[in-house]
């Protein structure tokens, strides 16, 4: 759920690579740095050492213009080895496979050139990891033709002076047909028959055709092959056995070029571990050059990672939206949470004004700053975080029986099992798939759980302003809100991050510039002071009844001596039988029923 809310690989409505986290992220020029990047992002990393290794190559890589240019146009020559390998230990490569592994192997000595004497202890790394394998390239070279075919039982593929053997094959099938060539010329001028000529079909093999015209002419010991509308088809014996040498040759040099392949292709699984270790070392540097491409274009930092569970990022940018906007209209933020600017931030502010934005853009710089990419933002210290829950957007799982409210809570009683001290939790408007009371009561509740038992960085997005109180009794929990400004009753969004808790929520503005009729809006805001007016105090806070005496209050007759209707129903109902979104029905026609009792 949290990889789906967060769009790591695919955008949560059209289902789209374009709009995610790795669509921004994959700079890589080959397959397979692409799938090692779509691995690294659903598995970040929670060990600062290694996390640190990968920084510092990307920064080595970042500094080094030139280097990271010319590697990135090196692994663009390399081809997808981990597949071509599949293929060959499965025994379906092809002689173009083993033509493309050879340009592959190719590329190595100036890439392992190139990583020599590094500073970054992983580049150096990876360049002990390249093996060139010299030998097998050399064979392959040596064997394979420059621009080989797919299929392998079709021949060609293999270079003259390889293999004797097959050099003499071949000569005597070129040789053959040549013969055929000057033996066309012999008898036409040996019969006077301009238009004979020796052709060949799979059916009949080599023949000599004579026209119609010409048929007195042919000689005595022609024999006649097949007879066609306007010509007369022959054989002689002595075209009949240069035939069978010609056909039996290229016969035979097909077959050993093919026994060729099948010694190659073994001679590569033979070499499959070093190779597989070629791979994996390709893969990393083409990610590690690509995340390294990407922080110079887009001007992204080195994060400092530390134990401590903090969050301190200047000037913050969210890094999807900030590639899909316009250059230079995303308005950046800073992020404090943990530490000494407490764990919990409540952030308040209308719709459409950026709070959602904002928890997910760190969360994502987060995942970021773990997978060893840098990050967008000024300057950035980041605790490590041992999972990242996030809580956002809505989604009916109706196949399943399951409403919006349910899927959240549900998630949300995931988050809340599973969250430690060390994790980083958003949550984006939790309660609002239930009646107001019931989501404030649920919202604060899992606030207090959170700030009491799991102590756990959390950026908390809501629409209930009751929830700024909390900051009263609850010592981690800072109030932050989403700057807007009123204009001539138009109503501006800021898109900056402050301190405090929002004034109000401008519902009502929000509906206007969504184009809801003036009628409603009018009316709108009559209800608005009217409820205002009667249920909440001078200060704003919503007046709270006070509690009524034990005496005067009014016992149910479900629970009097004679029994009630709905119990009737209660006892009869088979739970087995009945499904979730059925019993929600019932509750709810039960509830009423009572209520309408009690008044």
């Known amino acids: 759920a949290s990889r789906r809310g967060l769009e790591l690989t695919h955008t949560i409505r059209e289902h789209r690579r374009e709009g995610s986290l790795l669509w921004v992220l994959d700079c890589t020029v080959g397959a397979m740095g692409s799938r090692l990047l779509a691995d690294w992002v659903a598995n970040p990393l929670t060990d600062i050492a290694q996390m640190t290794q990968r920084h510092e190559a990307v920064a080595e890589l970042v500094e080094e213009t030139r280097l990271c240019f010319d590697l990135r146009e090196a692994l663009r020559k390399v081809y997808d080895l981990q597949r071509l390998l599949a293929r060959v230990t499965t025994g379906r490569a092809t002689p173009r496979d083993l033509s493309f592994l050879a340009r592959t192997l190719a590329q190595l000595p100036a890439i392992k050139a190139k990583l020599a004497a590094r500073r970054s202890q992983l580049l150096a790394r990876l360049e002990t990891q390249i093996d060139l394998c010299a030998e097998l390239r050399a064979r392959l070279e040596a064997a394979l033709e420059d621009d080989c075919p797919l299929q392998s039982r079709e021949g060609g593929f293999i270079r003259d002076g390889y293999h004797p053997p097959l050099d003499e094959l071949r000569q005597l099938a070129r040789g053959g047909k040549q013969w055929i060539a000057s ?4 008898q036409v001028q040996r019969t006077g028959i301009p238009t004979l000529k020796v052709g060949y079909n799979q059916v009949f093999g080599y023949y000599i055709e004579v026209t119609n015209t010409h048929r007195e002419k042919v000689p005595a010991d022609y024999i006649r092959k097949q007879t066609l509308k306007n010509a007369e088809r022959y054989i002689t014996p002595e075209l009949k056995q240069y ?50 491409e990407l922080a110079r274009r887009q001007r992204y930092c080195r994060p400092k990672m530390v134990s401590e569970p903090v969050l301190e990022i200047i000037d913050s940018r969210h890094p999807v939206l900030e590639v899909l906007e316009p250059q230079g209209t995303f308005v950046p933020n800073d992020i404090r949470c943990g530490g000494q600017h407490g764990t919990i931030m409540v952030i308040t502010g209308p719709n459409m004004a950026g709070k959602s934005t904002y928890i997910r853009q ?22 490590v975080a041992d999972r990242i829950f996030a809580r956002v957007g809505a989604s009916d799982e109706l196949a399943r029986g399951q409403s919006t409210f349910m899927v959240e809570m549900t998630e949300t009683a995931r988050i809340l099992h599973t969250a430690t001290a060390q994790s980083l939790v958003i949550l984006d408007e939790i309660g609002r798939g239930t009646s107001t009371y019931d989501g404030i009561s649920l919202a604060w509740a899992i606030v207090e759980y959170l700030h009491e ?34 204009w001539q009753d138009e109503l501006v969004f800021l898109h900056k991050i402050v301190d405090g808790a929002a004034d109000k929520s401008y519902g009502i503005h929000v509906a206007r510039l969504a184009g809801v009729p003036r009628e409603v809006i009018h009316r709108a805001r009559e209800i608005l002071a009217q409820l205002e007016q009667e249920h909440y105090d001078n200060q704003g806070r919503p007046k709270i009844a006070r509690k009524r005496p034990a005496a005067g209050m009014v016992q149910l007759s479900l629970f009097g001596p004679e029994e009630h209707p709905v119990l009737e129903e209660i006892r009869k109902l088979d739970l087995g039988g009945t499904a979730p979104l059925a019993a929600l029905e019932l509750l709810h026609r039960w509830q009423q029923q009572l209520r309408s009792e009690s008044r």
């Open 183 to 186: 033996y066309q010329a012999e």
């Open 243 to 292: 035939e069978e040498r010609v056909l039996t040759a290229d016969q035979r040099a097909k077959e050993l070029e093919y026994e060729l392949f099948v010694e190659l292709r073994d001679a590569v699984a033979a070499q499959r571990t070093r190779l597989t270790q070629v791979a994996a070392a390709l893969a990393e540097l083409d990610v590690l050059a690509g995340l390294a």
């Open 362 to 383: 760190a969360a994502l710089i987060v995942l970021m700053a773990q997978i060893g990419s840098f990050v967008p933002a000024k300057e950035a210290t980041i605790g």
């Open 453 to 486: 038992h799991i102590g756990c960085r959390t950026l908390f997005a809501t629409h209930y302003h009751e929830l700024t109180d909390l900051h009263k009794s609850l010592e981690g929990v800072k109030n932050l809100n989403v700057a807007v400004r009123e």
